[in-house]
């Protein structure tokens, strides 16, 4: 299985501010049709898992472009800028490029 | 507006059986591929499985983790996902998420949770 390593576990940010979430996997999620299927996700407290960004970099229909997701390879990054109260949560990495399908740890996102 | 609403949860039994269900609405459900993704408290998502659409011959793919003991299946014309489990073990106890899948699981329904004891 392809094993999701995210860091930090958790993080505190203050209002306004900016922070980085890390993602890296065990083996190179490019497809074989040249995708790379990695994916972002947030679990707002009480609520199911919402996609934010796919294929790497692309925001989800209605996501705001606070949320930006770069990388490549096995390294992948998702910046939130100007945080905002409704941003805090567990966020999560996927790969959907291998069966099965996996998840990172998660990352906890708290606001000072 | 997509919908996805699970159903079919509870408490079961060891060695026990249980079927989900998940209906969908706001979305030609007939087209896209399909996943049930679970969550045990406090734990990261796990997928379990993903039925492609009639075009595709309604293939499926399992984690290693369920093959063999779940099923899952799908309904066109009703519009509904389901899940067969069997031989329920108290590691299967989380919440149960069906998803419309299109590379990755894009939408996710709110969950029916499962409680695997005696």
């Known amino acids: 299985d392809v094993v999701m390593t995210q860091t930090p576990v958790s993080l505190s940010v203050s209002l306004g501010g900016q922070v980085s979430i890390s993602c890296r996997s065990s083996?190179?999620?490019?497809?074989?049709?040249?995708?790379?299927?990695l994916s972002w996700y947030l679990q707002k407290p009480g609520q199911s898992p919402q996609l934010l960004i796919y294929?790497?970099?692309n925001r989800f229909s209605g996501i705001s472009d606070r949320f930006s997701g770069s990388g490549s390879g096995t390294d992948f990054t998702l910046k939130i800028s100007r945080v905002e109260p409704d941003d805090l949560g567990v966020y999560y990495c996927?790969?959907?490029?291998?069966?099965?399908?996996?998840f990172g740890s998660g990352t906890k996102l708290e606001i000072k | 507006e997509v919908k996805l609403l699970e159903s079919g949860g509870g408490l079961v039994q060891p060695g026990g059986s249980l079927r989900l269900s998940c209906a969908a609405s706001?979305?030609?459900?007939?087209?896209?591929?399909m996943s049930w993704i679970r969550q045990s408290p406090g734990k990261a998502p796990e997928w379990l499985s993903f039925?492609?659409?009639?075009?595709?011959?309604?293939?499926?793919e399992y984690n290693p983790s369920v093959k063999g003991r779940f099923t899952i299946s799908r309904d066109d014309t009703q519009n509904v996902l389901y899940l067969q489990m069997n031989t329920l073990r108290a590691e299967d106890t989380a919440i149960y998420y069906c998803?419309?899948?299109?590379?990755?699981?894009?939408?996710w329904g709110p969950g029916t949770m499962v409680t695997v004891s005696s």
């Open positions: 996927g790969q959907g490029t291998q069966y099965p399908l996996t």
């Open positions: 998803a419309k899948h299109r590379g990755v699981p894009d939408f």
């Open positions: 083996q190179s999620l490019v497809h074989n049709n040249g995708n790379t299927y």
């Open positions: 039925i492609r659409n009639k075009a595709n011959s309604y293939t499926t």
């Open positions: 294929k790497v970099s």
């Open positions: 706001g979305f030609t459900f007939a087209d896209f591929y």
